[in-house]
T-cell receptor, first 113, second 113 residues
């Protein structure tokens, strides 16, 4: 089955700096890669996703890049703000697996004021 | 907005007790999921349900069962709770197999003593 590895497990940045979280996946058939943000006391919420036919996607301060050859994808957050502090999960899914998501282990991002 | 609710935010049970975790979604979604979240392990799929009365095992079904008698409700059952089932349990729903976005509830933190 699919295996998703996520790094780093914790990340601290100064407010205004950029943050990058990286994930690798094992199944070359995976074709959908979402990122979820989990704030304290809440369930994860989708913030951005990318499909395998696209190399990069942006939504305001967040962007995701995908390298299919290397089987890795990354989340980029620019101009970080205190409200970006949360746990971020990457995931991967394959159309043939009923689109089940395999999640990474999570990254605790802390934005220091 | 999609709303996924879970019956309890915190639950304390004794070893050997039968435990029911309830999840309700209000958007007529066909698919529902139960995950457990543990530090350093991300979200792991316990069971999912394509539709009413349908269920499929996920990656870690041992020690759990599920019930989906109505479309909006998906229950996770721990037949005989054990201390290694102490965890955060997250429920999610998804419109159908053609959609990827999963919507999560706030989670139930279960402590088994």
């Amino acid at each position: 089955g699919e295996n998703v590895e996520q790094h780093p497990s914790t990340l601290s940045v100064q407010e205004g700096d950029s943050a990058v979280i990286k994930c690798t996946y094992s199944d070359s058939a995976s074709n959908y890669f979402p990122w979820y943000k989990q704030e304290l006391g809440k369930g994860p919420q989708l913030i951005i996703d990318i499909r395998s036919n696209v190399g990069e996607k942006k939504d305001q301060r967040i962007a995701v890049t995908l390298n299919k050859t290397a089987k890795h994808f990354s989340l980029h957050i620019t101009e970080t703000q205190p409200e970006d502090s949360a746990v971020y999960f990457c995931a991967a899914s394959t159309a043939g697996s009923a689109r089940q998501l395999t999640f990474g282990s999570g990254t605790q991002l802390t934005v220091l004021p | 907005d999609v709303k996924v609710t879970q019956s309890s935010r915190y639950l304390v049970k004794r070893t050997g007790e039968k435990v029911f975790l309830e999840c309700v979604q209000d958007m007529d979604h066909e698919n529902m999921f139960w995950y457990r979240q543990d530090p350093g392990l991300g979200l792991r799929l316990i069971y999912f349900s394509y539709d009413v009365k349908m269920k499929e095992k996920g990656d870690i079904p041992e020690g759990y069962s599920v019930s989906r008698e109505k479309k909006e409700r998906f229950s996770l059952i721990l037949e005989s709770a054990s201390t290694n089932q102490t965890s955060m349990y997250l429920c999610a729903s998804r419109r159908n197999l053609n959609q990827e976005t999963q919507y999560f509830g706030p989670g139930t933190r279960l402590l088994v003593l």
